[in-house]
């Protein structure tokens, strides 16, 4: 199978071991893995702070982009929203039908990384292991928007000597949310220390999300407060296994083939 | 609509003294955690819970459609009924209605009940200016008025004070406005109550003039529809002997059955009730039961303009139920107050700025008090998708004047992340100059905001797609 991963930008340029350990766990389980350099951001930040004019580039570059793949992934449930929810909102805004109908040729192949591991190659145990006490955070998009429901957890409950605890709390918003986290930082702040003392409060070393964004936010108050507990995307999860835990093969540069 | 309170800053400045009153989080996290752990069990116990909120949006939806019809057909059954109809463009127009139809009974005074369409209004007020006295009868909303205090919540106004300061309200003021608190008075809730029952019995049996608002106005028969907990409203709908209500225009339902849907979503996703205690109906006058004259004044007040707008519009769907606000953790933090609107909470942040514009500050700023998180929409008993609403209202925003630097800068975002070759002759940049990054930025701005409480994160010596073109294999890069 041919998969088109759209990365996202935010993990392009600030957490490449994402990109890194989705391609070696998808390789892994025997997918062809492309990364088309042509890809960019999905437009969100536009939209959602109020400037969905200038989401249509975007849009028509992400349907252009993507449209030779049997399987578009990205690792971000928040972002995988976004074109699911309003690209083809912002096609047919655009009045161009050839935009809509790309989007919607596009649209359907389109998964979250949990989702493309659950419902296209109906692995729930895909190998993985990580000797580590675990809290995962439900990111709001991932949760309402994209409706992962437990396949994250069934995929964390079948990763060797990870230890999966309960985070009370867990469907509250962490607060990020994009430009709100800069336009109403006090809130922001205020809701990201519950979520954290929420997630220590499980004794847990790892907050894990299957969104890198809210991680930032979240991780950069840890940063900040010299916290215990750190932050890892689901995917640097499943991709390490007994061989390699701590996923120096697969951060090298062709190592792993 | 009424104005915005005078020196009501924008919402993250309000908001920011919210988050740092550690009495105001605690009287609102358990408030608002009760309820919403409630709701969701009352909710979960219906099997058809998702096709009675469908059925509920549909409803709404093609009554708005065809909301003049309706609207029409309620007047003539009202007045039919030996009521009488006025109709209201705008708040100034319906406290005008109000004032002289209480001048004409010769009465001073009045008794209400809980009504949100009278406070957008600023009845209360409107009739201080012609020397007639509004008592508020629902217990919260007693506690608003006693205390000088603004409501802080659509059902439960003023969920942002505990019982010590509803004691200490109480032994201050219930004198100067009536019966006084009973000497010794403690701030158990049994005792507080008692306090409030005798204070306000005097009220009901001395009034003549009533004032309402309704949840509901069945169109096909005229009746108007009042559900509550505590009986104060039908107190105050039985006995005086005139009776006025101002009603939305968006509050019509065409027929009792439909009527029927909404009396399960409501008390459910209100107060966490299979059915509420008190529903009261009326249809216009009967001969020796209850008010001897009835007045309707129906409301715009910008509603027909948000119909006008295809996003804005479902926004009129909204019954005033509240699970938006309990589920909201953005209230949560920053409390009704911050909102400065008689709505706040997620409801308010769509339906402030499409009933007053977005000129003031804290009008433009309240399309923004959200994380987008959707939790309000989830549990919208007529879905309306307020996310949806809010990034449509963020649009009108910004483009209106200002918002200059931010414009500037999401532009040259945008004209970066359009084209590959510029994106990532940017990303190299920043990856070059990476030894010299602040985890800090103390500029004013989007960096302070973000640094205040976090570091920014590290920049790696190597983007994703760097390595990907230096990785060594078959597939090849495209």
């Not at chain 1, 003392?197 to 847990?204: F, K, P, V």
């Not at chain 2, 699970?323 to 909102?339: K, S």
């Not at chain 2, 945008?414 to 510029?422: E, I, N, Q, S």
């Amino acid at each position: 199978m041919r998969v088109g991963l759209f990365l996202t930008c935010v993990n392009d340029t600030l957490y490449p071991r994402t990109g890194q350990a989705t391609v070696a766990l998808l390789e892994r389980l025997g997918c062809d893995v492309d990364f088309p350099l042509a890809q960019t951001c999905c437009g969100q930040m536009h939209w959602n702070t109020g400037y969905g004019r200038q989401v249509e580039p975007l849009v028509r570059g992400f349907a252009e982009t993507f449209a030779g793949y049997d399987a578009v992934v990205t690792p971000s449930g928040s972002c995988g929203a976004m074109i699911r929810d309003n690209h083809p909102r912002a096609a047919a805004r655009s009045g161009d039908p050839g935009l809509a109908d790309a989007v919607a040729q596009v649209m359907p192949k389109v998964y979250e990384l949990t989702e493309f591991l659950v419902d296209v190659l109906q692995v729930t145990d895909v190998g993985a292991y990580f000797p580590h006490r675990v809290a995962y955070h439900p990111t709001c998009h991932s949760l309402r928007l994209m409706r992962l429901g437990d396949r994250p957890t069934t995929l964390l409950r079948n990763v060797r000597g990870l230890e999966l605890v309960d985070l009370p709390g867990a469907e509250e918003c962490c607060g990020f949310g994009g430009t709100f986290a800069v336009k109403n930082p006090d809130v922001s702040a205020a809701m990201g220390a519950d979520k954290l003392r929420n997630a220590e409060s499980t004794g847990a070393d790892v907050l894990c999300a299957a969104d890198n964004s809210c991680l930032m936010h979240l991780g950069g108050m840890i940063s900040r407060r010299k916290g215990a507990i750190r932050t890892l995307h689901i995917a640097e999860i499943l991709a390490a296994t007994e061989t390699d835990p701590e996923g120096a093969m697969w951060a090298r540069t062709g190592a792993h083939r | 609509m009424n104005a915005v309170p005078l020196g009501m800053p924008a919402f993250p400045a309000a908001a920011r003294d919210a988050t740092r009153n550690t009495t105001l989080r605690r009287n609102l996290r358990h408030a608002t955690h009760t309820i919403r752990d409630r709701r969701a069990a009352a909710v979960a116990e219906l099997d058809d819970w998702a096709g009675l909120r469908a059925a509920g949006a549909a409803v709404k939806d093609q009554t708005l459609r065809h909301l003049d019809h309706y609207l029409e057909q309620a007047e003539a059954a009202v007045t039919a009924a030996g009521g009488q109809v006025h109709w209201a463009a705008d708040a100034d127009e319906a406290n005008r209605i109000v004032a002289d139809l209480v001048r004409a009974t010769g009465e001073t005074e009045v008794v209400k009940i809980k009504s949100m369409a009278t406070q957008e209004i600023g009845l209360n007020e409107a009739l201080a200016e012609v020397g007639i006295t509004a008592y508020e009868t629902d217990l919260a909303e007693l506690i608003v008025q006693l205390g000088e205090d603004r409501p802080s919540h659509i059902l439960v106004p003023a969920i942002h004070r505990n019982r010590t300061e509803i004691r200490d309200i109480f032994r201050k003021t219930m004198g100067e406005w009536g019966i006084p608190a009973p000497e010794g008075m403690s701030d158990e809730p049994r005792e507080l109550a008692e306090a409030a029952r005798l204070h306000l019995r005097e009220k009901f049996l001395r009034a003549k003039v009533a004032v309402s608002g309704a949840n509901f106005l069945v169109a096909e028969t005229g009746t108007l529809v009042v559900v509550e907990s505590e009986g104060n409203g039908r107190m105050c709908l039985t006995l005086p002997e005139t009776l006025i209500s101002v009603v939305g225009i968006e509050k019509v339902v065409p027929t009792w059955r439909d009527l029927e849907v909404f009396l399960q979503l409501l008390p459910r996703s209100s107060t966490a009730e299979r059915m509420n205690p008190y529903t009261s109906t009326w249809t216009g006058v009967t001969d020796g039961d209850g008010p001897r004259e009835f007045h309707l004044v129906l409301l715009d007040n910008g509603r027909t303009k948000i119909l006008a707008d295809e996003v804005g519009r479902q926004t009129l769907r909204c019954i005033r139920c509240s699970a938006c606000l309990n589920v909201c953790p953005v209230y949560e933090r920053a409390g009704g107050h911050a909102y400065g609107s008689v709505y706040p909470g997620p409801i308010g942040a769509i339906l402030t700025p499409q009933l007053r514009g977005t000129t003031s500050e804290i009008d433009a700023s309240l399309p923004y008090a959200s994380s987008l998180c959707g939790a309000c929409y989830e549990v919208c008993p007529v879905a309306i998708d307020i996310p949806e609403v809010l990034v449509h209202l963020r649009e009108k925003v910004t483009e209106q004047r200002g918002h200059v630097v931010e414009r500037a800068a999401l532009r040259a975002a945008g004209w970066v992340m359009r084209d590959p070759k510029r994106y990532t002759a940017l990303q190299r940049a920043a990856v070059r100059t990476r030894a010299v990054h602040p985890r800090k930025v103390p500029l004013p701005g989007w960096g302070k905001a973000w640094s205040a409480t976090r570091d920014l994160p590290a920049l790696p010596a190597e983007s994703f797609r760097t390595w990907w073109q230096h990785r060594d294999t078959p597939g090849g890069t495209t």
